[in-house]
């Protein structure tokens, strides 16, 4: 498998209604799951926690943990349920994940992560990859990086994502995580450059195709968080610049598509405003962006909101169509 252009896992943001939505507008990209942790995925409710509709793949489960009976019987669990790949968080800082050691501070931890990723590769079939940050807190060094990246290596991991930017473990906050520490290409492209048989994808504060096609001449993928949630629009360039795919679907069919999937689910137990704040992005940047955001949140935000509610959802869609195509 290859990951030209993933989209990013990303708590409360990637859960299985977002997916469906995203791959109405991608095809091609490789989607993630939100940082399960363990315990859950072991313990919890698989119908809730893991479960998944086909059309979200090709999909992996994002783990996080550091217990490598645990994520063994979490890969073997993925692998099961059909996910198609299975990736160790090594990259997450806040206070919560330190806590429970997993994330960024188990770059402190190479042995210990090296042990579990050669566990996990034992018990699946399916691809183990790892999405790490290039260092935490005084340490941002090449050599340290590319000693850990060897010894998972070594374990037998060959995908790694890595977030350009260095994880503050202690006085940043999460978001503050997502930010404050600069972003360092140079390093992501150094680890590439040392280890050509290595499938190396860059992340972090990638916003445009013309971005996406740099780095592709120097890495083997590019994974987008934010700016893809933020406006799911944008994957409509990235099928065309990308993957050179000449058809894409208009947010009108987008919306009738999500439509059918809304009142399947919503007959299901489904609660109408879970699937539809993730599309509160859908107009971003364009004319129509603040009704669209309007009519949802006095529609289809509240907890109550029921499928009725939907039926004039066209309305506004087809409006802003009109308008956008008549600006263009
Ligand atoms: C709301 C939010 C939740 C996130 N949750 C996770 C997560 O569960 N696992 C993870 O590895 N990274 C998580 N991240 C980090 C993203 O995967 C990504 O590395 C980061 O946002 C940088 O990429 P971007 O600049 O393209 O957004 C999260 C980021 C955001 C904004």
Not at 14 to 34: C, G, K, P, Q, W
Not at 71 to 95: F, H, Q, T, W
């Amino acid at each position: 498998m290859k990951n030209t252009v993933s989209v990013a896992p990303m708590m409360d943001c990637t859960d299985r209604h977002a997916r469906f939505f995203l791959r109405l507008i991608s095809r091609n990209v490789m989607l993630y799951s939100e940082m399960v942790a363990t315990k859950s995925a072991i313990h919890g409710d698989r119908s809730k926690i893991l479960a998944f509709n086909t059309e979200e793949k090709p999909l992996a489960l994002q783990v996080g943990g550091s217990d490598k009976r645990e994520l063994s019987e979490v890969a073997k669990i993925a692998e099961d349920m059909g996910y198609d790949e299975i990736n160790i968080n090594l990259g997450c800082p806040s206070k919560k994940v330190q806590k429970n050691m997993f994330g960024a501070c188990l770059m402190k931890k190479p042995d210990l992560v090296a042990e579990c990723i050669s566990e996990m590769i034992n018990s699946c079939k399916i691809p183990v990859t790892a999405k790490t940050r290039i260092g935490f807190d005084d340490t941002e060094d090449f050599h340290y990086l590319n000693k850990f990246i060897l010894k998972m290596k070594a374990a037998g991991c060959k995908t790694f994502i890595l977030h350009a930017r260095k994880a503050i473990l202690k006085g940043l906050s999460p978001k503050q995580n997502l930010n404050i520490p600069k972003l360092n290409y140079e390093m992501v492209y150094k680890i590439k450059k040392e280890n050509p048989d290595l499938e190396i994808i860059i992340n972090g504060g990638i916003t445009k195709t013309e971005e996406i096609k740099n780095h592709l001449k120097l890495c083997d993928g590019v994974m987008i968080g934010r700016a893809i949630y933020q406006n799911p629009y944008f994957l409509i360039d990235v099928e065309k610049e990308i993957f050179k795919i000449k058809n894409h679907p208009s947010r009108e069919e987008i919306v009738e598509k999500l439509l059918q999937y809304l009142e399947k689910e919503v007959n299901l137990g489904t609660k109408v405003n879970h699937i539809m704040r993730h599309t509160v992005g859908l107009y971003h940047g364009k004319i129509g962006s603040k009704n669209w955001k309007r009519y949802l949140s006095d529609n289809m935000m509240a907890r109550d909101s029921d499928f009725q509610k939907a039926k004039h959802i066209m309305t506004i869609v087809q409006n802003n169509e009109k308008a956008n195509q008549t600006n263009s």
